[in-house]
């Protein structure tokens, strides 16, 4: 299917778009597999869809379960990032690296020989130390995370499942090893409970896709809430977090997304993935099977398909 010039794409070919995606992934919904290390995403329909795009200008195009809330697990990596650095500034960034790791998200092979140091802050070791950062900063560093998406969502009815944040601490093994190979390295400053305890609430945050491409308008949109106007991040600080995103959002399948489908990216285990087009809107599509890498398989398919149909990338 061809759709209108690059130049010429506006709203009428999202809309269209949108429905060329769905036809597109409806045979392959529910390959894949859910997330079955937390018991919790283990009980989730795999064959479930939606996806959202917002426009700068506060439009929305959404298809499918886009206004379902879904656990968004390791989306939450990216606003606590964005807190920690309004806090911090760069400062964080002698914490942690802005390199690719090329493992899986949980792994702990490098935080051994690279001295408590992660890769970056969406390895499950960085989101660690960027919750450390927060857990010094706020009282309950969950909620203020859960604060933030409520007002970059515009929707004050945001929550966290504490089955979920419960679900998660009580097989949280491989992310309490990880905590205590950093504090041993002088890494991490919080008791290391604090720590797994902020971090799976964030994780258990529920949101839709149209919340999240709503909130994810705030990094299309240079730093500044689209809505208000009102700046949150400086504009190179939002150019720095894009290109992270493109070169370790989606992991060790980071690469191969960013071939496929040229945009800036962060996947959560729930299914759900987040992207943006600077300057144009906020994406979301969640689809809970994932491929090996931890990516949700349908999603992913979805933005390739996005951004074949409207020729539109960063590229
Ligand atoms: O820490 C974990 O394993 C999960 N709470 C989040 C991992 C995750 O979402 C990785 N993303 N694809």
């Known amino acids: 299917m061809t759709l209108a010039p690059p130049e010429a794409a506006g709203p009428a070919d999202y809309a269209a778009a949108l429905d060329a995606i769905l036809a597109q992934v409806t045979p392959i919904l529910g390959q894949g597999r859910v997330a079955d290390y937390i018991p919790e995403l283990a009980r989730v329909r795999p064959d479930q869809f939606g996806m959202a795009i917002v426009g700068l200008d506060g439009q929305v195009f959404e298809i499918g379960a886009a ?4 656990s968004i697990q390791s989306i939450s990596k990216l606003f606590a990032l964005i807190l920690a650095l309004t806090a911090e500034g760069d400062a964080l960034w002698t914490r942690v690296g802005r390199e690719p790791s090329g493992s899986a998200f949980n792994s702990l092979v490098q935080l051994e020989y ?3 140091k992660p890769r970056n802050p969406f390895i499950n070791a960085g989101a660690l130390v960027i919750t450390d950062i927060l857990c010094q900063r706020f009282a309950v560093p969950a909620n203020a995370v859960l604060e933030f998406l409520r007002k970059l969502s515009a929707n004050p009815g945001l929550n966290l499942d504490r089955h979920m944040a419960l679900s998660e601490l009580g097989c949280s093994d491989r992310n309490a090893a ?3 190979l950093m504090k041993s390295f002088g890494n991490l400053h919080s008791p290391v409970p604090a720590v797994l305890d902020a971090y799976c609430g964030q994780c258990a945050i529920e949101m839709s896709c149209v919340d999240l491409a709503r909130a994810m308008t705030l990094l299309a949109n240079h730093g500044c809430v689209a809505a208000t106007g009102e700046r949150v991040l400086g504009v190179s600080p939002t150019k720095r977090l894009n290109a ?4 370790c959002g989606t992991y060790d399948a980071a690469g191969d997304f960013a071939f496929r489908v040229g945009l800036p990216a962060k996947s959560g285990v729930g299914g759900g993935i987040v992207a943006l087009i600077p300057g144009e809107c906020g994406i979301c599509v969640w689809s809970p099977a994932l491929e090996v890498s931890g990516n949700s ?8 398909a996005l951004t074949s149909l409207t020729q539109k990338s960063i590229f």
């Open 297 to 304: 398989l349908a999603g992913s398919l979805a933005l390739e």
């Open 178 to 180: 990880m905590a205590h």
């Open 244 to 247: 992270l995103m493109l070169t």
């Open 114 to 116: 690279e001295h408590g």
């Open 67 to 70: 206004r379902q809330p879904f």
